[in-house]
C-alpha cells in the first residue's frame, strides 16, 4: 500500500506539471523588448508568478502556450478557423480573450488586493488588447491553443492498462446492468429507504416568456449568441425536478461554501441550490446550446466498513443538449467527480450504430438506460434519486407542484469566488476548486485502485472542463464531439431564423 500511495503521488505530480507559457514565441521575444509591449509582457509574467506564489491558479481553461494572455477551452479548440476567413479568426481570438478576461478576474478577486493592486489589474485589460493587435498575424497559434486531454498516459502504462482495462470493463458492464434494472421497475417498486422529498426550481422574478424573446444569431464561427434573458429563461424553463429518496441530512441538497474557518467545502442544506451554466456542443454540423445544473451533496455516507466511492461532497450533474430551435435534443448526467454517464435521449435523435470511429471494443461508450420524453408546457423533467448513493434511477415528466421544496438557480461561476472566512483576509474569497481542478476534501479510496486507468483521483470532485467520464478509453464531459460522435437527427429540425 505504501508503494502504491508513493507512486500514485509521483504520477499524479508528473501530470500536473504544466510548461511555462512565456517560454516560446512570439511572448519570449516580447519579454526583451525595451517599449510598450516589452513593458506589457512583463506585467502579465510579474502578475502570473504572483497569482502562482498565491495559489489561486483557476484551470478552467488553460492557458494558451506562448500567448499567456489567451485561455482556451475543447469548444474553442474545435473551433480554429482551418481557412483564411478574417472574421472567423478575429472571433475566434476574441473567444480565447474573453476567456483569459473572465478567469483573471476571478484569479485577481481570490489573490486580493494586496496582491493584485487596482492599477495593475486595469493595466492588463489594456495590455492585453494590446498584445493581442500585435500577435494578430503570429504564427503556431492555432497548433498552441490546445487543451491536453485528461489521462496519463504515464499512469497507464505503469499500470499496466492494456491488461487491467479488461477488469474495469467488466464492472462498468455490471454496473450498467444493474443501472438498466432499477430503470425498468415500476416507480412503485423503487427500492426507498427513507422519505421522499421533492425539489423544483424557483423561478426568477423577472423571467421572461420564451415565445417573447428573439431567437438567437450565431456568430462568425456558427455560435449562437444568448442574450441574457433568453439564458435565464432556458435555464429556467428546462431546470429539472428532483425526488430524493432522503434518510438523513447527507440526501439534502445544499449550497457549498468554506466552512471550518475557510479549511473545507461544505455543503449547507438550509439553502438548496442549483447551480447552472451555459455550454455548447456540435451536433448535425451545428453548434447548438447546452444547459448544466449541479445539485450539491453533503457526503456519500459508507455503505458497510470498506466502501471505497464514500467520501465527503457528492452530486449530480444534469445536462440539456438542446437543438437550433431551442427545444431539448439529449439529456445525460455524471456525478461531479464525472463518474456514472448515462444518456437519455429524445426521440427527436438516434443513436447512431457501433462501431463508433475511434471506440475500441471495450472502451466505455453510449449507454442509455431508458428514452425520455421532453416536457409539454407546464411539465418540467422528474429525476428520480437514490438515498445515500445519489443514483439517478429514472426519468419522468410531472407537472409543477407547488407542495416541492423550492431550490435557488445560480450561476456556476460563483464557485470560483466563493467568500472565504479566513483570518488572513475575513472579506477574502476563494475557489472552492483547488490548481488542479479538484475540491480538496473529496478524495475517494477507490483512486488507490483506479489509478490505472489514467484519471487523477478517480472519485473526487471537480471543475468543469476535467471531467473524464471514462475508465476505459478516453471520454471527456465537455468533448464538443461527443453527441456527434453518438447520435443523428432523427429529422430535420427547422431553423426558427
Known amino acids: 500500500m505504501k508503494r502504491g500511495l508513493a507512486l500514485t503521488a509521483i504520477l499524479a505530480l508528473a501530470a500536473c506539471a504544466s510548461t511555462d507559457p512565456y517560454a516560446t514565441a512570439p511572448i519570449d521575444a516580447h519579454l526583451q523588448r525595451a517599449d510598450a509591449i516589452g513593458d506589457c509582457a512583463r506585467l502579465f509574467r510579474r502578475l502570473d508568478e504572483a497569482i ?11 492557458q494558451v502556450q506562448g ?9 474553442t479548440e474545435r473551433l480554429a478557423p482551418a481557412g483564411a ?73 505503469f499500470g499496466l492498462y492494456p491488461l487491467t482495462k479488461f477488469a474495469f470493463a467488466s464492472g462498468i458492464r455490471k454496473w450498467q446492468e444493474e443501472t438498466g434494472a432499477l430503470h425498468a421497475l415500476p416507480l412503485a417498486q423503487l427500492p426507498r429507504l427513507g422519505e421522499s422529498v421533492r425539489y423544483a426550481p424557483k423561478p426568477p422574478l423577472l423571467l421572461a416568456a420564451l415565445e417573447t424573446l428573439p431567437i438567437p444569431t450565431v456568430d462568425a464561427l456558427g455560435v449562437p449568441q444568448l442574450m441574457p434573458a433568453l439564458t435565464e429563461a432556458l435555464i429556467a424553463r428546462n431546470a429539472p425536478a428532483l425526488e430524493i429518496d432522503t434518510v438523513d441530512a447527507n440526501d439534502r441538497l445544499g449550497q457549498l461554501g468554506w466552512g471550518n474557518g475557510g479549511q473545507h467545502i461544505v455543503v449547507d442544506t438550509t439553502r ?50 438542446l437543438g437550433p430551435d431551442l427545444q431539448p435534443l439529449v439529456y445525460d448526467t455524471i456525478h461531479p ?22 471506440q475500441g471494443p471495450h472502451d466505455e461508450g453510449l449507454y442509455v438506460p431508458q428514452p425520455v420524453d421532453a416536457p409539454r408546457d407546464g411539465e418540467r423533467q422528474l ?26 438557480l445560480r450561476d456556476e461561476n460563483d464557485l470560483r ?53 471514462a475508465f476505459v478509453g478516453r471520454r471527456h464531459f465537455d468533448d464538443p464531439d461527443l453527441f456527434e460522435r453518438y447520435f443523428d437527427l432523427s429529422g430535420p429540425i427547422a431553423d426558427p431564423r
Request: aromatic letters at 10%; proline letters at 6%.
Open 272 to 321: 438548496p441550490v442549483a447551480y447552472a451554466r451555459v455550454a455548447y456542443t456540435r451536433l448535425a454540423g451545428r453548434v447548438v446550446p447546452q444547459l448544466v445544473y449541479t445539485f450539491w451533496f453533503p457526503a456519500r455516507p459508507a455503505e458497510g466498513y470498506f466502501d471505497t466511492r464514500s467520501g465527503k461532497l457528492d452530486g449530480l450533474v444534469w445536462r440539456v443538449t
Open 85 to 157: 476567413d478574417e472574421e472567423a479568426g478575429r472571433t475566434w481570438r476574441e473567444r480565447m480573450l474573453a476567456l483569459d478576461r473572465e478567469a483573471r478576474a476571478i484569479e485577481f478577486a481570490n489573490a486580493g488586493t494586496a496582491v493584485v493592486s487596482a492599477k495593475d489589474a486595469a493595466g492588463i485589460d489594456d495590455c492585453r488588447t494590446r498584445l493581442a493587435e500585435t500577435d494578430r498575424a503570429a504564427a503556431g497559434l492555432s497548433g498552441a491553443a490546445h487543451v491536453a486531454d485528461d489521462y496519463s498516459d504515464a499512469e497507464r502504462a
Open 337 to 358: 467527480c464525472g463518474c456514472y454517464h448515462l444518456f437519455y435521449p429524445t426521440g427527436r435523435v438516434r443513436a447512431r450504430s457501433a462501431p463508433i470511429e475511434g
Open 52 to 62: 502562482e506564489q498565491t495559489g489561486v491558479r483557476d484551470v478552467q481553461a488553460p
Open 67 to 75: 500567448f499567456p494572455y489567451l485561455r482556451v477551452d475543447r469548444l
Open 383 to 408: 429525476l428520480q434519486i437514490a438515498a445515500r448513493t445519489h443514483y439517478l434511477r429514472r426519468v419522468t415528466n410531472m407537472v409543477d407542484a407547488p407542495a416541492a421544496v423550492a431550490y435557488e
Open 417 to 469: 469566488v466563493l467568500p472565504w472566512p479566513n483570518e488572513a483576509a475575513p472579506r477574502g474569497t476563494r475557489s472552492a476548486y483547488g490548481t488542479d481542478g479538484l475540491i480538496e476534501g473529496s478524495e475517494r479510496m477507490e483512486r488507490f485502485f483506479f489509478w490505472p486507468t489514467g484519471i487523477a483521483s478517480p472519485g473526487q470532485m471537480r471543475q468543469w472542463g476535467h471531467h473524464a467520464t
